[in-house]
Each structure stands twice: as C-alpha cells, then as structure tokens.
C-alpha cells in the first residue's frame, strides 16, 4: 500500500485563493496598525503567559524593513526578510489570474518537496526562538516589548 503524498503547508495554503487573501489581509492590517503607531493585536502567549511566541517582534521588523533599515529590523527579528517575502508571495498568488496562480504554486510545491524549505525555516524559527529565549529573556523580553 502506498502512502499518501503529504501537502507541504505552504501549497496547501495557496491553493485556496480565500484564505490566502485573508491570511494575506489580516497581516497587512496588522503592519498597517503597527506602522501608524497603533499597538495592533497583541500576542496572546506574551500576554497569557508573559513568554514571547516565537513570532514576538515580526511586526515591527517588517516595518523596519520596508523603511529601510536593515539593521533595525535584523536586531528586532532576523525572520523578518522570511516572512515579508511570504506575505508578498501569498498576496502576490492570492491575486494572480487562475492561468497564471496554478503554475507558480506548482513550482513552490515542487521546491518545497525537494527541499523541505517549509519545515526547515519552522525549524529555524524555533531554534532561533529558543536560542533569544534563554540566552537573555530580560533582553529579549524589553525588545519584544512585553
């Protein structure tokens, strides 16, 4: 018996035009909030728990970045590049005519399938996540804001 081929989370996202639109929206709203100095949604572990989610500081990093300052956003989050290019690319899908969306999200599954890049750079977030953690949680707390 074969197994079944499992989607990578990414395509499996793209494929709906609908969610990927909302995805895509709710994300710009939030950087939209954030950029004109509103305090956008607030993360519910940091505030639950008082422990930064591995995401804590994306927000503001992007902003940085689409100001331009590298530096600023790299110190607030160095996914921030990561997750820009992928709001654009899942905005980018959402809006494409259907000709033209169903090609690129083949390629993106294609590169995803023979590289994993999805599961690594979840990875990555994790351990970067955890390495800001524990090496200076007072440190990473204040830029994170909480």
Not at 16 to 43: E, K, N, Q
Not at 58 to 73: F, H, K, N, P
């Amino acid at each position: 018996m074969a197994a079944a081929a499992v989607e990578s989370p990414l395509t499996s996202l793209l494929r709906s035009r609908v969610t990927a639109a909302f995805l895509a929206g709710i994300a710009g709203v939030h950087l939209a909030l954030v950029a004109f100095g509103f305090p956008g949604w607030p993360c519910p572990l940091l505030s639950g728990l008082g422990i930064p989610c591995p995401g804590c500081g994306l927000s503001r990093a992007v902003i940085e970045l689409l100001r331009g300052d590298w530096r600023g956003a790299m110190e607030l989050h160095a996914f921030s590049p990561v997750f820009l290019v992928a709001i654009v690319m899942v905005l980018g899908t959402s809006l494409l005519p259907e000709r033209h969306r169903l090609p690129v999200i083949q390629r993106i599954e294609r590169v995803e399938r023979h590289t994993g890049l999805s599961v690594l750079l979840l990875v990555g977030l994790l351990v970067y996540w955890v390495f800001r953690w524990a090496s200076e949680p007072a440190a990473y707390l204040a830029l994170v804001g909480g």
